[in-house]
Nanobody
Framework: QIQLVESGGDSVQTGGSLRLSCTTSGYTKCMGWFRQAPGKEREGVASIYTLDSNTYYANAVKGRFTISLDTTKTTLHLEMNNLTPEDTAVYYC????????????????????WGQGTQVTVSS
């Protein structure tokens, strides 16, 4: 069982930036970031296929968020820029060992390992 630990959540104002990090205890083929706002379903934000570093993004964050993996492939990052109140949510790091196609779909049900989440709050 891979352990995932997120960090970096904070409160910022609209237009601000944050960088989330997630450390993993093991290697997986695909890692991703998801978020869940109060009263809403968990949604995919971004994922990265670790074998070739291909990245995938939800339309809502394209051009503003960047997912990356460090060279040791043990720390996942999510750089978030131009934040808006709609980005307020608990952000979760997740991992799975399925193929690249599954990674691209960014569906929560396909990910087997989850972190505990980190709160991001954006105020207007």
């Amino acid at each position: 069982q891979i352990q995932l630990v997120e960090s970096g959540g904070d409160s910022v104002q609209t237009g601000g930036s944050l960088r989330l990090s997630c450390t993993t205890s093991g290697y997986t083929k695909c890692m991703g970031w998801f978020r869940q706002a109060p009263g809403k379903e968990r949604e995919g934000v971004a994922s990265i296929y670790t074998l070739d570093s291909n990245t995938y993004y939800a339309n809502a964050v394209k051009g503003r968020f960047t997912i990356s993996l460090d060279t040791t492939k043990t720390t996942l990052h999510l750089e978030m820029n131009n934040l808006t109140p709609e980005d307020t949510a608990v952000y979760y790091c997740a991992a799975q060992s399925e193929g690249q196609g599954w990674c691209q779909l960014l569906r929560a049900k396909d990910f087997r390992n989850w972190g505990q989440g980190t709160q991001v709050t954006v105020s207007s």
